[in-house]
């Protein structure tokens, strides 16, 4: 990335890409980052002209350029309602990888990236590791939900309240699965993704579960990466591609008919941003690629496929009342990949509680990734009016499918005080099941 004639295409390519937009102004309208701010630099519109001009722009202030680019939910709102088509996902990830190729990572980001996240074995005993320690520097809020709050003034943490690493992360409850299927049988890849496998392992067990349920075989590979969305956000495109290449070799030799993720991040991330992203890898592995994103799908859209022949039946029967829930759209699930309905129809599966949609129901939570790390307080507020919705809705528990949303939507129920709890579609469809 260093090389200048790999930079000077990239700038070209990317130049190729931005002729199709109209400066229409429709972005601005559903940009929730913009809502907040209202700063013309920071909606979509507005970047693609800083891009239109990168090359002077490097060149004249680069930080300038990092720092206006890095301010961006990546939600995929303006690019759901571009009329032009113009994907603005893409374009800010390829132009975040120029910007630091020009630059270079920060020292902190390089090291997480490319020695610890690009290492999965490192990563994961780091991770447990951490999770024995982390009341040194973190203390239960003694919230409904079980969130943790900072013991001392940090500037990463603030006053964020957070899930605690869970200290039986589901690669050490169940470390791999390889059931074999016979002629008829369907058998899904099980991709957990790095937040359902540490902080959120009661997921990954209903997601288990469930496909037991449906007699659906399962194939888990036991060393697994991170879909790479980190380092690709932040411009890495060297972590993005090794890890990449190490999931598909977990992958590749297994026969399986579909690939399925509780992430919506990590399903958009498979089966858009890795094709997108595919000048970085040789013809054999674009095929792969190529092939794994056609396989793949998120859990709810597979289940609910699965559940048309008839629906679970309930654990007890029949109950006086119903527990009130509500549904938050993540955007990488409904605006990258047209997943509204499906989880919906899981929740009401579940006889034992009642749904009630909340307004806004698809506006973004405000979490964006490293978004929330680096821009919080911005996080806080777009994610402000998603609180209040929920709480409008008089809501008991909030599902969602997105493991980060959870995190998001912890944090502001919890900051605010609310009693509802979070949890994921398929956590409610699977209390549902027979055991």
Known sequence: MSDLH????????????????????????????????????????????????????????????????????????????CPSGVRVTDLFLKARAIINGYLGLPPAKKALFRQILARPALFNKLAFMASKFQNILARPTGDIVGSSCARFESSLLGDRRFMPLDRKPFHRRIREIDEAAGAKDTRAAFFPGCLTDKVFPAVAESVVAALRHHDIRIFMPPDQACCGIPALSSGDTHAFTNLVRHNLKQFKAADFNVLVTPCATCTAVIKKVWPAMDQYFSPEEREAIGQLAEKTMDITQFLAAQSDSGEPAPKDGTRESRTRITYHDPCHLKKSLGVHAEPRALIGANPAYEFTEMEEADRCCGMGG???????????????????????????????SCPACMLQLIDLLSRSGSSARVKHAVEIYAEGLEP
């Open 6 to 81: 790999e930079l000077a295409r990239l700038l070209r390519e990317l130049d190729d890409q931005l002729v199709t937009c109209m400066r229409c102004g429709m972005c601005q309208a559903v940009c929730p980052l913009y809502a907040e701010t209202g700063r013309e630099a920071d909606v979509a519109r507005g970047k693609i002209v800083l891009l239109e001009h990168l090359s002077k722009e490097l060149l004249k202030d680069p930080e300038a350029v990092r720092e206006r680019l890095e301010k961006c939910l990546l939600c995929g709102s303006c690019a759901s309602a």
């Open 370 to 400: 490293s978004f929330g790390l680096q821009h919080y307080d911005l996080s806080k507020k777009v994610g402000e009016r998603k609180g209040i919705n929920i709480t409008e809705s008089n809501a008991e528990v909030v599902a969602t």
